[in-house]
């Protein structure tokens, strides 16, 4: 949200915390980021938010869809419950927020969804089966929604970052649904969440459909096309904690 706001941008940031918000919106510039607090899984309340939102702003461009919770667990060790949580934060959540915005994007024929998903929504690894499965579900409905509203001109860019020194893995829910706590070592290792905003808000700019962000991890997505069989080799052996 800095870099966009940087670049000129009117901003409405939204999270659960709105002290932290607030915070936010002081450091950057308080007349061009505004504040709406809001709960990905309050699904009920998401028409309203939408609402209140383009009251806020009088009209919006670009959606961005940044929300979400990781998982660092086995799938034996992994309740039904904590891939819910998963899948109601990461994937119900933006659905519904989608679907609350869209029929303003569609009156205005003009406007984007810009959707952070992963590397992840395009190959998988050990340890994060609900968060693989949360982001490849994204990726299903963001390209079907691009297809259907093309002569709407409703874009979608689709974010697939790799390891970004983030607290995402800190924060991973285990498989008894409490924080992992640690930094997964690749995780630490990435590229800072400055060079990922520069490298997300140039994509957006551009209006591309799918962008893939991070070190040699991209690298994967061309296994994955090419050679599936090498990547599958891979990702067995490879440390993802």
């Known amino acids: 949200m800095k870099e966009i706001a940087r670049q000129g941008a009117n901003v409405l940031i939204s999270a659960r915390r709105k002290d932290k918000l607030d915070a936010l919106a002081q450091s950057i510039d308080p007349m061009k980021v505004r504040v709406l607090e809001l709960d990905l899984t309050l699904i009920d309340e998401h028409d309203q938010k939408v609402k209140e ?3 806020i702003m009088g009209h919006i461009d670009i959606m961005l869809h940044n929300g979400g919770i990781s998982q660092r667990s086995l799938v034996k060790d992994t309740p039904l419950e904590v891939d819910r949580r998963v899948m109601e934060i990461d994937y119900f959540g933006t659905v519904s927020l989608t679907k609350a915005l869209l029929p303003h994007f569609i009156q205005r024929k003009s406007g984007q969804f810009a959707v952070v998903t992963s590397l992840m929504g395009v190959f998988s690894s050990p340890m994060r089966s609900g968060y693989c499965g949360a982001k490849h579900a994204l990726h299903g409905f963001f390209d079907a929604l ?14 697939c970052p790799g390891f970004i020194r983030t607290d995402i893995s800190i924060k991973a829910l285990t498989g008894d649904g409490k924080a992992q706590g640690t930094m997964d070592s690749a995780t630490n290792k990435g590229i800072s969440a400055q060079q990922c905003a520069k490298k997300m808000a140039k ?3 551009k209006r591309k459909a799918e962008v893939y962000i991070g ?27």
């Open 215 to 241: 070190k040699k991890e991209i690298l994967a997505i061309y296994l994955k096309r090419y050679f599936p069989a090498l990547l599958r080799r891979i990702v067995r052996k490879a440390a993802v904690t």
């Open 146 to 159: 691009r297809a259907e509203h093309y002569e709407d001109n409703i874009g979608v860019t689709i974010i």
């Open 53 to 55: 939102a383009i009251e």
């Open 203 to 205: 994509a957006i700019a």
